[in-house]
């Protein structure tokens, strides 16, 4: 079985999330007061963005005041998300749209991947937009915006979110309208945590208990026998996902049977299933057992080996970056 990798809008508020595994969209119109302004403008074309030094400054320092109030770790700021951030908000000021995708479709996660963010970090956005508001923006403007997407719960939630680590803002007016955009990336929180579960990590042999009995849930529920937790098993997975490289999850050309320890000749058959996540936290956690576990049984193949009657024994392995990327490797083996 050669396993698969698994890896938005609205008019008057809209905030945006992604992530591999983790989708979400949904815009902040701010309709202002008309403020003064009083900056030196950067010039492209038609489009101005005032002190973008001194705005993204102010914006960082607002979005972690919040942040601290609440007991959230600070951001920073970060050359890709500033990247990413400013040129969505030219894009839009230039072209005269208003959405967290692009005409042509791109959307926040490509474009921080555009700008050198890696692709399995969570990534949100939120941004808005002032009609009739004087440019070139200024201070003001940036906390307005501020407090407009803190009323807002979808545009709050990205705010305040676990597992961020960078920030980055960017803004530009054009044509009597404003454009601001602020981005957020970082490892994430792993899926399917339950209401008050702690993301404790979890060690390679817990990982192993929790696989076996969550298999072994669906296999009682088919009045199958249960599979018994193989360290030999575990340690091929192991060694499967050591030997992927890039995003390739796992060791495709090794033999499987020579990378098992010990003999070989005790296992009949050999059934391999792997996944990965992107923005899914820095450590393995038992919700990631689950996830995986349950992503497998809803996919009628990987289902097929796992509740197979032939199979006797389960080994999983997992690995994670530290960066939001984790992968799990199953192999279900039939004992002689």
């Given at each position: 079985m050669i396993?698969?990798?698994?890896?938005?809008?609205c008019?008057?508020?809209?905030?945006g999330?992604?992530?591999?595994a983790?989708?979400?969209l949904?815009v902040?119109?701010?309709l202002?007061?008309?403020?003064?302004?009083?900056?030196?403008a950067?010039?492209?074309?038609?489009?101005?963005?005032?002190?973008?030094d001194?705005?993204?400054?102010?914006a960082?320092?607002?979005?972690?005041?919040?942040?601290?109030e609440r007991?959230?770790e600070?951001l920073?700021?970060?050359?890709p998300?500033?990247?990413?951030?400013?040129?969505?908000?030219?894009?839009?000021?230039?072209?005269?749209?208003?959405?967290?995708v692009?005409?042509?479709?791109?959307?926040?996660?490509?474009?921080?991947?555009?700008?050198g963010?890696?692709r399995?970090?969570?990534v949100?956005?939120?941004?808005?937009?002032c009609?009739?508001?004087?440019?070139?923006p200024?201070?003001?403007?940036?906390?307005?915006?501020?407090?407009?997407?803190?009323?807002?719960?979808?545009?709050?939630?990205?705010?305040?979110?676990h597992?961020l680590?960078?920030?980055g803002?960017?803004?530009?007016?054009?044509?009597?309208?404003?454009?601001?955009?602020?981005t957020?990336?970082?490892?994430?929180?792993?899926?399917?945590l339950?209401?008050?579960?702690?993301p404790?990590p979890?060690?390679?042999?817990?990982?192993?208990?929790?696989a076996v009995?969550a298999v072994?849930?669906a296999?009682?529920?088919?009045?199958?026998p249960?599979?018994?937790?193989?360290e030999?098993?575990?340690?091929l997975?192991?060694?499967?996902l050591?030997?992927?490289?890039g995003?390739r999850?796992?060791?495709?050309s090794?033999?499987?049977?020579?990378?098992?320890?010990?003999?070989?000749?005790?296992?009949?058959?050999?059934n391999?299933l792997?996944?990965?996540?992107?923005?899914?936290?820095?450590?393995?956690?038992?919700?990631?057992?689950r996830?995986?576990?349950?992503?497998?049984?809803?996919?009628?193949q990987?289902?097929?080996?796992?509740?197979s009657r032939?199979?006797?024994?389960?080994?999983?392995?997992?690995?994670?970056?530290?960066?939001?990327?984790?992968a799990?490797?199953?192999?279900?083996g039939?004992?002689l």
């Open positions: 396993p698969q990798e698994q890896g938005r809008p008019n008057s508020a809209q905030a999330a992604s992530g591999k983790k989708a979400a949904c902040l119109l701010l202002a007061n008309l403020l003064p302004g009083g900056f030196a950067a010039q492209t074309e038609s489009v101005v963005t005032g002190p973008l001194r705005l993204r400054q102010d960082l320092s607002r979005v972690n005041e919040v942040r601290r007991g959230l600070t920073d700021l970060t050359d998300l500033n990247a990413a951030a400013q040129a969505h908000a030219e894009d839009m000021a230039r072209r005269d749209y208003y959405s967290h692009s005409p042509e479709g791109e959307d926040a996660q490509d474009r921080y991947i555009e700008h963010g890696s399995w970090r969570f949100a956005e939120n941004i808005a937009t009609e009739g508001c004087p440019a070139p200024d201070i003001a403007r940036v906390r307005s915006f501020q407090e407009g997407w803190m009323q807002s719960p979808e545009h709050r939630h990205n705010i305040l979110a597992g680590e960078g920030f803002f960017g803004i530009a007016a054009s044509e009597g309208r404003i454009y601001a955009v602020q957020f990336a970082g490892a994430g929180t792993p899926p399917g339950e209401a008050g579960e702690q404790a979890l060690a390679p042999a817990q990982q192993l208990d929790e009995a072994n849930r296999r009682e529920e088919e009045e199958l249960p599979l018994e937790a193989s030999a098993l575990t340690t997975a192991e060694r499967l050591a030997g992927g490289s995003d999850l796992i060791d495709r090794a033999e499987l049977f020579e990378l098992l320890p010990g003999e070989r000749a005790e296992w009949r058959s050999l391999v792997a996944a990965a996540c992107g923005g899914c936290g820095t450590a393995p956690v038992a919700a990631d057992v996830h995986f576990t349950d992503q497998w049984l809803s996919d009628p990987h289902r097929q080996a796992l509740l032939e199979a006797t024994h389960l080994g999983f392995a997992m690995e994670a970056n530290g960066e939001g990327r984790k799990a490797a199953a192999v279900v039939q004992h």
